[in-house]
């Protein structure tokens, strides 16, 4: 029978008879009339961070792809908040499996997060499962640009720095001229002096670095 009147308006009905448990597909492909017509951009097969003496490698490996563009590799001190790290290439379209390698030589004391997001050609967006990984270096401080362009000097730490960082700059007699405090691992500082030579401290708990840079 037709069911093409039932339910209402608000909650439509299509009933029909006849058809029975044979005539049923088992197989079904979300947003696909099925897995081959429609297939996914990109069948990821192995996403790893590993921790080598200083740098962190990222590997990547999929079975094949399909309208593939790039992926978007990012990187995260706490596993929620996430800043771009690159764009890696993909291959288009193929059915041959792919590696991929990325090294972050900038990896960050302790644990660090990275999430991957493929982008096929029609701006199609699939993310994939967050890894983690620790990495046991010694923490670092670098500033930039030095000498210090346009007021600002750029203050970037390979460490956590969720607990408070204390940010000292002085001149080369020992006067304190700039104090603050800041969390995460790059800051900007402005910078209203004159042309000289100046030390920056960088101070957390159990652990201080000093670094020079300059003003012209």
Do not use: C
């Not at 039932?6 to 058809?19: D, E, H, K, L």
């Not at 291959?91 to 302790?110: A, K």
């Amino acid at each position: 029978s037709d069911g093409a009147r039932a339910g209402t308006t608000f909650n439509p009905q299509v009933n029909r008879s006849g058809i029975t448990t044979a005539q049923i597909a088992n197989s079904f492909y979300w947003g696909s009339v099925n897995s081959t017509q429609t297939p996914l951009p990109v069948n990821l097969t192995s996403f790893v961070a590993v921790a080598k003496a200083d740098r962190i490698e990222l590997q990547i490996e999929t079975e094949s792809e399909e309208n593939f563009d790039y992926f978007l590799l990012e990187k995260s001190m706490d596993g929620k908040r996430f800043s771009e790290l690159t764009i890696i290439s993909g291959h288009g379209t193929t059915i041959q499996p792919q590696q991929y390698f990325y090294h972050d030589v900038n990896p960050i004391v302790g644990k660090s997060y990275y999430r991957l997001t493929s982008v096929d050609f029609d701006g199609y967006r699939e993310q994939f499962k967050v890894v983690s990984v620790n990495y046991d270096g010694e923490k670092s401080v670098n500033v930039y640009p030095n000498p210090v362009e346009n007021g600002l000097l750029g203050v970037r730490m390979n460490y956590d720095t969720r607990d408070g960082t204390t940010f000292v700059i002085y001149n080369l007699r020992g006067v304190e001229l700039i104090r603050a405090t800041g969390r995460g691992s790059e800051l900007l500082i402005p910078i209203e002096m004159n042309a000289g030579v100046y030390i920056l401290r960088v101070m957390s708990k159990e652990w201080s670095q000093n670094v020079r840079f300059i003003v012209p």
